[in-house]
C-alpha cells in the first residue's frame, strides 16, 4: 500500500508565499516521475509542475517564476515553493507520483490534496 501526504497548506494574502510537501509511504521500491496539479472550484484539474528521479522540471506557463518544484529522493518527498501568490492560485493542490511497490511495474498515484487560499 503506498500513501502521499500533503502538507503546507492554508490561507496567505496576495503576494505571499507557501511551500508545500508531500511525502510518499509505503512499501516503495522507486519513485519516478513526481508532480503537482491544482483544482479550482468548477474547473478542471490542471497541472503545476512535475520533477523527475533526476531532477528535471517542467511547469505550467503561468507559474514559471513563481513556482519551484523540488524532492529530496532519500525522502521519498516532494515540495512546491510557491512565492507572489495570488488569488487566481486558490485551488486544493494535489501531489502525484509514478511509484513501483514491484520491480519493474510502476502505478500512478495521488494524495488528497492540501487547500491553498489566497485571500487579502
Known amino acids: ?15 505571499g508565499s507557501l511551500r508545500l510537501s ?22 478542471q484539474r490542471e497541472l503545476v509542475a512535475t520533477i523527475t528521479s533526476g531532477g ?3 511547469y505550467e506557463d503561468s507559474m514559471k517564476g513563481r513556482f519551484t518544484i523540488s524532492r529530496d529522493n532519500a525522502k521519498n518527498t516532494v ?7 495570488k488569488p487566481e492560485d486558490t485551488a486544493v493542490y494535489l501531489c502525484n507520483a509514478d511509484i513501483s511497490t514491484i520491480a519493474p511495474r510502476y502505478s500512478n498515484y ?9 485571500s487579502s
Request: hydrophobic share 35%; proline share 4%.
Open 1 to 15: 500500500q503506498v500513501h502521499l501526504v500533503e502538507s503546507g497548506g492554508g490561507l496567505v494574502q496576495p503576494g
Open 56 to 58: 528535471s522540471t517542467d
Open 110 to 118: 495521488w494524495g488528497q490534496g492540501t487547500q491553498v487560499t489566497v
Open 22 to 43: 508531500c511525502a510518499a509511504s509505503g512499501s516503495i521500491f522507486s519513485i519516478r516521475a513526481m508532480g503537482w496539479y491544482r483544482q479550482a472550484p468548477g474547473k
Open 79 to 85: 515540495y512546491l515553493q510557491m512565492n507572489s501568490l
